[in-house]
């Protein structure tokens, strides 16, 4: 390992005020929300954005990924709804013969199709050594409208049978915490895990950093790429276990404009666009403060309808700036 | 005295090709008919192109000398470049188009009227009307207050209300004025009307947070009936009862399914039907085959769909 590699990885154990940054933005707009409605702190209410949070928070795992080992990823939002398509008909397929089984057997293929597809944006990248942003475009209008296909631009609904079984994973809870929540901890934590305690994290971050560098020291930056890719897509997959019982459904609009959300709760998390640079909590975070505030539009009155994406994007633009500042 | 003879032989001549295409002995000038529409992109398009495809199978089943080409555009620039393909590769004898824009399709489909086309133009009107011959549409305003009507009545002109509506277009606008002008002479409230985008997941969270913000909400309007099942979701996990309705927009074949059940809290929807593109290719190919002259243009109503007439708006294959 070079100095520089040593240097990164040693950088998330200390604690400095700017890696606070994304947690003091948190606390500040949850403030501004019990201000605004009391009814933002009731239980339900909290429950709700907490669990409705966790598709992008899940999928900006995988994100971390790919953007701190220097890629960039526009197809989550689309891959989402593909990987949904064909999870919906694998167990619809699968439901006569296996009964509620075919929810686990469905999941399995998801998992598998999710790796596939991250694979595909890896491979295009590295190999094909195509710029990930035309890369992803690419594959995001792929797996668009491979869901519009599959639905005839209509809807692809799962088996009623299935329906009732399947409900907790998002709408259930173990000891009062949401099943979607307390999944999307154990993706923080074995992502977290992967990325400040393995090799392959450490990895990550030189490939991100200096490119050239880590290729000097022996890391091969294509396998690190398209692993993270990899990575990426079993995250959406994960995102789409937990999605398809909330609404049952997977329609041509399923997850649209999600990458830009899963970008953005990245970026204002405190990892580095251009990479070399990662903080999984810091995304989820970010994550948070994004169905926040889209939480508050609604329950405030004194913004107009026709304003609320302008607002929306006034205060993440003041949270970069707040953290530039704290810096 | 000669012209009337002249157009006397040319009935009968006129009358003897008919004939001749009956027998089938005789190969009859094919009449081509073009229909250009949007792609599927989510529900309402969709069945506009389910429909559009039904018609061209039906039609040229029934009568071989019609040729029917379905073409379907991603984007206003993309129908213009198919309207010139289409116009350039052969003669259009008609010509059926929802146009994705007003304003970027009038010019293109004026140089297609040019060649002598027949141009009918279905739910989205060109900004000049008089390049048109058939003009077939839904009625947006009456979607929104033929609702607000309805749940004036059932209400007793008292109550609170929360709306969900679509992408910021000029169909969004009709509904929720259509809705609002009614709402505004009772003495319900409007709570809060919001944009969900004519997206479930949107629409779903949307609610949840009009439960958090409201504890009283008397009844739920979607001005389209892919928001509704979103809300429907929504209010089923709060455990929320005192909503009493819950009401969609567009004869969505789910929500009609609710309907013909009789749902105590679903029990109407308003069609702004995908299927008025097959009416009009019907009444183009009408002149074409039985000389029935068809021109002018018509509003299809939005009248309330109940139990007693749902199945006259239910098509079960259609993927809306």
Known sequence: MTAAVASESAGPRRIRLADMGPFIALAVVILAGVMINSSFLSGTNIANVVTRSAFVAIIAVGATFVISSGGLDLSVGSMMAFVTGIMILAMNRLEPSMGGYAIVAGAGIGLVVGALCGLLNGLIVTVGKIEPFIATLGTMGIFRALITWMSDGGSIPIERTLREPYRPVYFGNVMGIPVPVLLTLVVVLVGAFVLYRTKYGRRCMAAGSNADVARFSGVSVAKVRTMAFVIQGLCVAIAAICYIPRLGAATPTTGQLWELQVITAVVIGGTALRGGKARVWGTVAGALILEVIANLMVLSNMVSEYLVAAVQGVIIILAMLAHRFIK | ?320
Request: proline residues 6%; negative net charge; aromatic residues 8%.
């Open chain 2, 1 to 320: 005295m000669t012209t009337i003879t002249r157009r006397a032989l040319g009935l009968l001549t006129a009358a003897s090709f008919t004939a001749l295409a009956a027998t089938g002995a005789l190969a009859q000038e094919k009449r081509v008919i073009a229909v250009s529409i949007p792609a599927a992109t989510h529900g309402w398009t969709g069945g506009v192109v389910y429909h559009a495809e039904q018609a061209e199978k039906e039609i040229e089943a029934a009568f071989p000398n019609i040729d029917v080409i379905v073409k379907t555009s991603p984007s206003a620039t993309a129908q213009v470049s198919a309207l010139e393909d289409l116009a350039a590769a052969q003669t259009l004898d008609a010509l059926v188009i929802l146009p994705f824009t007003s304003e970027e399709l009038t010019g293109p489909v004026e140089q297609v009227k040019a060649a002598g086309t027949f141009i009918a133009v279905v739910d989205r009107g060109l900004t000049d009307p008089a390049i048109q011959d058939l003009y077939v549409a839904g009625d947006n305003i009456a979607v929104g207050a033929n609702t607000a009507k309805w749940l004036a009545e059932k209400l007793g002109n008292e109550g609170k209300v929360v709306v969900l509506r679509g992408i910021p277009t000029v169909i969004d606008d009709e509904r929720i004025q259509g809705f609002t002008d009614v709402i505004a002479a009772t003495n319900i409230e409007i709570l809060d009307i919001q944009y969900a985008n004519w997206n479930q997941d949107e629409a779903f969270t949307l609610m949840q947070d009009y439960l958090a913000k409201y504890p009283q909400i008397d009844a739920v309007w979607a001005n389209d009936d892919d928001m509704l099942l979103g809300v429907l979701e929504a209010i089923r996990e709060s455990g929320r009862t005192e909503i009493k309705y819950a009401l969609g927009g567009n004869g969505m074949k789910d929500v009609i399914e609710m309907v013909m059940a009789g749902d105590p809290v679903t029990p109407i929807s308003t069609p702004y039907p995908p299927s008025m593109i097959k009416s009009a290719i019907y009444m183009v190919a009408g002149q074409f085959t039985g000389q029935a002259p068809m021109r002018g243009s018509f509003k299809l109503d939005a009248p309330l769909i109940t139990p007693e007439n749902a199945d006259q708006f239910y098509f079960p294959d259609s993927p809306f």
